[in-house]
């Protein structure tokens, strides 16, 4: 009886501090909410009233929907909203960057790459459109003058490629690599810059050299 009465008597207490908001994907929900970023000081309480300090806490996230709390790594994965925009941002990219190394002469070329960036996201992109950059990109020798999937095409690759990767399951990361390749082989064969490339899209999407090699080939294999 005196320890339950004890237990009742004693207690600790968290006061949280509010030192940043925003928005995120919260795991408990399953979708996007805002968060509220707390730091907290822990106090013995006696009777229900706080007393001796016990120390910091924190910093944890709070989501504003479900109010459970998270450790600050839930920061790292972006929103839908800002995953999805990774995703078509890494899709365009790719198909540029296929277009670059093969020539946009052959319209079925150019109607494959449209379809591809279109189901990511932009609806509204059309051959002329991507002929367009293409040829502005080509232009701009900072970035794609050289040899094929040159430092400046690599760095481009690397940048959409690079923070979209962590986040995507092996599926999804192949998918965006066969797309790629599908544009390449919608005109013939690969040619060495188009290889180059696709070889350079893996590495961004951290896909091995030998899974690399037999995705491109089975893209080239009738489904």
Do not use: K
């Not at 709070?62 to 941002?89: I, Y």
């Amino acid at each position: 009886m005196r320890r339950g009465r004890t237990a009742r008597v004693l207690g600790s207490r968290t006061v949280w501090t509010g030192v940043g908001d925003g928005e995120f994907f919260c795991p408990g929900c399953g979708g996007d909410r805002n968060y509220q970023r707390l730091t907290g000081r822990r106090r013995f309480t006696l009777l229900g009233v706080p007393v001796l300090p016990r120390g910091e806490t924190g910093p944890v996230v709070e989501c504003a929907a479900c109010q459970r709390h998270f450790g600050t790594d839930v920061l790292d994965h972006p929103t839908t909203t800002r995953f999805s925009a990774m995703l078509r941002d890494a899709v365009h990219t790719v198909a540029l960057a296929v277009l670059a190394a093969g020539g946009t002469h052959a319209r079925h070329t150019l109607e494959t790459a449209v379809t591809g960036v279109r189901a990511a996201g932009f609806d509204d992109c059309t051959e002329d459109q991507l002929a367009a950059l293409v040829e502005a990109l080509a232009a701009d020798t900072g970035r794609l003058f050289g040899p094929p999937c040159g430092p400046g095409l690599a760095i481009e690759l690397h940048e959409a490629l690079d923070p979209l990767a962590p986040h995507l399951a092996a599926p999804g990361r192949e998918s965006i690599l066969l797309q790629g390749a599908r544009i390449a082989l919608a005109d013939g064969p690969y040619t060495p810059a188009e290889r180059d490339v696709l070889t350079t899209v893996g590495a961004a999407l951290t896909i091995c050299g030998d899974d690399v090699t037999r995705l491109l080939a089975a893209a080239r294999t009738p489904s």
